[in-house]
C-alpha cells in the first residue's frame, strides 16, 4: 500500500492567527480546544467572539470551510474535526487546518488521523514539558496509507455510517434538552421563591475514585467527572435521576437518569422525594450564576457548597411538580437510552476503524 505525507494530500496545512484575537459580545464565534467534543465536533454552546471585521480581514487559509479538517497541536494534541459546512468562526493557534486537495477522500484523511496509530506517532513526535506541542511541519510530514480512491470511498463510507447515526442520536438528545429547558422555564422562570435549595437536595456520599483510576476502563456504567469527558465503570454507584457537579475549576452540571459512578472531584447530588428532575433543571438554570459567586479560592477556584444550599428558589407545589415530570421524566428516559446506544456505535466505530485504516480488515474494489 502506498504512503504519502500529509502536506501531499493537502492544498495547505496551517493554523490559526497568532495575534491576539479582539474580542467582542457578537459576531463570529472562536473556538479552542476546549470546543471539541468527545465526538470530534464543535461545540458552540460557550464560545467567545471576534468581530466580523477582523473575520473578513482573514486570509483564505485561516476560514475553514467544508470539507476542511481542524486538527488540535498544542496541550490537549491529536483532537481532529471534519468541517460539515460553512459556518463561519475564527479557530485559536493552537489548532491546525488542513484542506484536502482532489487525490484523497477528506473523509478518508480525517480518519487517517483519527485512527489511534496516527496519534502514536504525532505523540511521539510531540516536542515540549508542560505544553507539549505537534510542529506544522511535524504534521505536514507524517504519512498515512493511501489505498485506491474506491477503498478510501468504501472505507469513509462505513464509518461515515455509524457517526452519522452518532450525530442523529446527539442531535434528538439536543433537541430533548431545549425542550426540557422551555418546559422549565414556561413553568418556573417568573415564579418568586418561597424555601433555599436545601429544602430539596440530597447529597450522595463522596466517592473515593479518582478520575485517572477509570482512565481506559470499560464498564457497563456511565463514570461523570469535573470535567468534560465522560468515562465508564464497572459499578454503579447511584441510580436513578442524579445531578453531577464540578467542584474545582469551572462550574459544570450533567444530569443523567439512571446507573452511575461519578468520580471524588465531583458533587453527585439528588433531589428530595420527587424534585430530582426540578432540581437539575434548576442548578442547569444558574449555572453561570454559581462560577461566578460559588467559585472561590486563590489559585484553582473550588465550589462552595454551603453558600449555593443557601440560595433562594421557587419549590413547585405537589400538583405542578406531578405536571412538569410527566413531560420530563419520559424526555430523560429517551435521552438516557440514546446515550446508552451511541456509545455502543462510538465503540463499534472505534475498534472497527484501526482494522480498516492498518488493513487488518479489508474491503473489496
Not at 470499560?218 to 436513578?240: K, R
Request: hydrophobic share 35%; aromatic share 12%; net charge neutral.
Amino acid at each position: 500500500m502506498e504512503q504519502r505525507k500529509i502536506q501531499e494530500c493537502c492544498q495547505f496545512v496551517t493554523d490559526g492567527d497568532h495575534l491576539p484575537p479582539p474580542k467582542s459580545k457578537e459576531g463570529i464565534p472562536f473556538i479552542t480546544i476546549t470546543n471539541i467534543n468527545e465526538f470530534n465536533k464543535i461545540l458552540f454552546d460557550n464560545v467567545m467572539y471576534v468581530p466580523e471585521s477582523y473575520f473578513s480581514e482573514l486570509s483564505h487559509t485561516k476560514k475553514a470551510q467544508k470539507g476542511d479538517i481542524l486538527y488540535s497541536v498544542v496541550g490537549s494534541f491529536g483532537k481532529p474535526v471534519f468541517i460539515t459546512d460553512n459556518k463561519k468562526f475564527v479557530f485559536q493557534r493552537h489548532i491546525a487546518l488542513l484542506r484536502p486537495n482532489d487525490t484523497i477522500n477528506g473523509k478518508y484523511l480525517y480518519y487517517s488521523m483519527l485512527n489511534p496509530s496516527f496519534f502514536k506517532v504525532v505523540d511521539k513526535y510531540a516536542i515540549g514539558c508542560s505544553q507539549r506541542t505537534v510542529t506544522l511541519d511535524t504534521l505536514r510530514n507524517l504519512k498515512i496509507n493511501i489505498p485506491s480512491r474506491t477503498i478510501q470511498d468504501n472505507i469513509a463510507g462505513i464509518l461515515s455510517l455509524l457517526d452519522e447515526k452518532i450525530d442523529k442520536n446527539n442531535v434528538i438528545n439536543d433537541n430533548l434538552q431545549q425542550v426540557i429547558k422551555s418546559c422549565f422555564d414556561f413553568m418556573f422562570a417568573t415564579q418568586k421563591p418561597n424555601g433555599i435549595i436545601s429544602d430539596i437536595l440530597q447529597e450522595h456520599p463522596k466517592s473515593t475514585i479518582q478520575v485517572n483510576d477509570s482512565t481506559g476502563i470499560l464498564g457497563d456504567y456511565p463514570f461523570f467527572t469535573s470535567g468534560e469527558a465522560i468515562n465508564e465503570w464497572q459499578s454503579a454507584l447511584v441510580d436513578g435521576m442524579n445531578c453531577y457537579l464540578s467542584t474545582g475549576g469551572n462550574a459544570t452540571i450533567k444530569g443523567y437518569y439512571g446507573k452511575a459512578a461519578y468520580s471524588t472531584d465531583t458533587w453527585c447530588v439528588c433531589g428530595k422525594g420527587e424534585y430530582s428532575f426540578y432540581l437539575f433543571c434548576y442548578l442547569k438554570s444558574i449555572i453561570r450564576s454559581i462560577n461566578d459567586s460559588f467559585f472561590a479560592g486563590s489559585g484553582l477556584k473550588h465550589l462552595q457548597k454551603d453558600s449555593l444550599l443557601l440560595v433562594n428558589l421557587y419549590i413547585p407545589s405537589e400538583k405542578e411538580l406531578e405536571k412538569f415530570n410527566s413531560i420530563v421524566k419520559p424526555a430523560m428516559e429517551t435521552m438516557t437510552k440514546l446515550f446508552l446506544e451511541t456509545k455502543k456505535l462510538k465503540q463499534q466505530r472505534d475498534f472497527l476503524l484501526p482494522l480498516l485504516m492498518n488493513g487488518q480488515a479489508t474491503i473489496a474494489e
